[in-house]
């Protein structure tokens, strides 16, 4: 009896043993919030590829908490990263010469300057990039890769008016209209009125062109009636073509004129910048000759005025002087450029004659220490005007 139980519990035994499976269990440690610093090494299961929130630094700089897709590599997971992407990130993609995608349009970041590691455990996304690759830091307008043409659209300003006087019993109207265009990077536009004023009926149509930007060369093309710019000469009407810089497309503290303040440090030394008796900027400077910037001033917002500079050396010296500000008419920041030109037909309203064909050309350059070099010329085969000179920032003198 004792030896038929332990037969069956033997044989007991032997079915469950081939009955016994073992269950491969597979756990995202990625998901786990484990402090900063702690090691999830311990977990032998690697992560899986699909969509997770990470925290996105670039240079340890924080950018974004967003949702990316993680596809599988060879032995680690990248990050789907699009053009877009690394444009917000603040990377200057024309940088990246020869910068390829896959299928999904993310960037081949193996084949690019730009470096990634993936912490699964604190879920953070960390991009190191070359200084040579990022984009100035400008928050004045929008990176151009990223400009569009928008939408195609119609669009339509309409004014009307009536008057009716008592006493010659008559009636006047009035109308006009504002249609535009918008199709691909072209905007037609056109201003059109009519009036009938004591029985007497008119239209007119004040203006009709077209135009379009290239934002490669910061510049806008136009087509039909518009007005020559007033840089050097008088604006006139015309009916032709103009090519002329698009400021628009141009950062305002890149156009606009402002100060340089130079100086030498004997030591190591503090530079603080007054207006007004109010500090508007100070920083740290090694020994030797420094520059605070333009884009340093135009970020302070300063007006026209005296700007007193203080060096605080650290053997106990102090240097004051000051940087007189004023912006002259044609002045623009070293380096920069503005240019416009137009070739057509004068165009005035009721005329007698035949529209002379004129050609007007400008050209303003900024030059270092405040001046700016400027040129021009307007023919028509009656007349011709010159303008040729240049103009300087003379501060409390001008």
Same mark, same amino acid.
């Given at each position: 009896?004792?030896?038929?139980?332990?037969?069956?519990?033997?044989?007991?035994?032997?079915?469950?043993?081939?009955?016994?499976? &073992?269950?491969q269990y597979n756990f995202d440690y990625g998901?786990?919030?484990?402090?900063?610093?702690?090691?999830?090494?311990?977990?032998?299961?690697?992560?899986?590829?699909?969509?997770?929130?990470?925290?996105?630094?670039?240079?340890?700089?924080?950018? !974004?908490?967003?949702?990316?897709?993680?596809?599988?590599?060879?032995? /680690?997971?990248?990050?789907?990263?699009?053009?877009?992407?690394?444009?917000?990130?603040?990377?200057?993609?024309?940088?990246?010469?020869?910068?390829?995608?896959?299928?999904?349009?993310?960037?081949?970041?193996?084949?690019?300057?730009?470096? *990634?590691?993936?912490?699964?455990?604190?879920?953070?996304?960390?991009?190191?990039?070359?200084?040579?690759?990022?984009?100035?830091?400008?928050?004045?307008?929008?990176?151009?890769?990223?400009?569009?043409?928008?939408?195609?659209?119609?669009?339509?300003? *309409?004014?009307?008016?009536?008057?009716?006087?008592?006493?010659?019993? !008559?009636?006047?109207?009035?109308?006009?209209?504002?249609?535009?265009f918008n199709f691909g990077p072209w905007r037609?536009?056109?201003?059109?009125?009519?009036?009938?004023?004591? &029985?007497?009926?008119?239209?007119?149509?004040?203006?009709?062109?077209?135009?379009?930007?290239?934002?490669?060369?910061? &510049?806008?093309?136009?087509?039909?009636?518009? *007005?020559?710019?007033?840089?050097l000469f008088d604006s006139v009407p015309f009916?032709?073509?103009?090519?002329?810089?698009?400021?628009?497309?141009?950062?305002?503290?890149?156009?606009?004129?402002?100060?340089?303040?130079?100086?030498?440090?004997?030591?190591?030394?503090?530079?603080?910048?007054?207006?007004?008796?109010?500090?508007?900027?100070?920083?740290?400077?090694?020994?030797?000759?420094?520059?605070?910037?333009?884009?340093?001033?135009?970020?302070?917002?300063?007006?026209?005025?005296?700007?007193?500079?203080?060096?605080? !050396?650290?053997?106990?010296?102090?240097?004051?002087? /000051?940087?007189?500000?004023?912006?002259?008419?044609?002045?623009?920041?070293?380096?920069?450029?503005?240019?416009?030109?137009?070739?057509?037909?004068?165009?005035?309203?009721?005329?007698?004659?035949?529209?002379?064909?004129?050609?007007?050309? /400008? *050209?303003?350059?900024?030059?270092?220490?405040?001046?700016?070099?400027?040129?021009?010329?307007?023919?028509?085969?009656?007349?011709? &005007?010159?303008?040729?000179?240049?103009?300087?920032?003379?501060?409390?003198?001008?």
């Amino acid at each position: 009896m004792k030896k038929t139980t332990i037969t069956l519990f033997v044989l007991t035994s032997v079915f469950h043993s081939g009955n016994v499976f &073992s269950r491969q269990y597979n756990f995202d440690y990625g998901s786990l919030s484990l402090p900063p610093g702690e090691n999830a090494s311990f977990l032998s299961v690697e992560t899986l590829p699909g969509n997770y929130v990470v925290d996105v630094y670039l240079n340890n700089q924080l950018k !974004e908490t967003t949702e990316l897709y993680f596809k599988s590599m060879t032995q /680690t997971l990248e990050p789907c990263l699009t053009k877009e992407k690394l444009i917000k990130y603040g990377i200057a993609i024309q940088e990246l010469h020869g910068l390829q995608f896959d299928n999904e349009q993310c960037v081949l970041l193996e084949h690019s300057p730009l470096k *990634y590691t993936y912490n699964a455990a604190n879920q953070s996304l960390l991009l190191n990039a070359p200084s040579k690759i990022l984009s100035p830091i400008d928050s004045e307008i929008a990176d151009e890769n990223i400009w569009d043409d928008g939408i195609n659209a119609f669009l339509l300003n *309409y004014r009307a008016n009536y008057l009716h006087s008592k006493v010659g019993g !008559e009636d006047s109207y009035f109308g006009q209209i504002q249609p535009g265009f918008n199709f691909g990077p072209w905007r037609l536009r056109n201003l059109s009125s009519w009036q009938n004023l004591s &029985s007497e009926k008119k239209f007119e149509s004040a203006y009709i062109y077209a135009e379009r930007g290239l934002k490669k060369i910061k &510049s806008k093309l136009t087509v039909g009636d518009k *007005y020559t710019s007033a840089d050097l000469f008088d604006s006139v009407p015309f009916r032709g073509f103009s090519l002329n810089k698009d400021e628009s497309m141009i950062p305002f503290s890149q156009r606009t004129y402002y100060p340089t303040i130079r100086g030498i440090a004997k030591t190591n030394a503090t530079v603080e910048v007054r207006q007004n008796g109010y500090l508007i900027y100070s920083t740290s400077v090694p020994p030797g000759q420094f520059e605070i910037g333009r884009e340093q001033i135009a970020d302070l917002g300063v007006g026209v005025g005296v700007l007193d500079v203080s060096i605080y !050396e650290k053997n106990g010296q102090v240097q004051n002087y /000051t940087v007189p500000y004023s912006t002259p008419v044609l002045s623009l920041p070293d380096g920069y450029s503005k240019y416009s030109v137009t070739i057509g037909r004068y165009r005035e309203v009721n005329n007698d004659y035949i529209d002379p064909v004129f050609f007007e050309g /400008t *050209y303003i350059y900024g030059l270092p220490y405040g001046f700016t070099l400027f040129g021009g010329v307007q023919w028509v085969n009656i007349y011709n &005007s010159y303008a040729i000179g240049a103009s300087k920032d003379i501060g409390e003198y001008g």
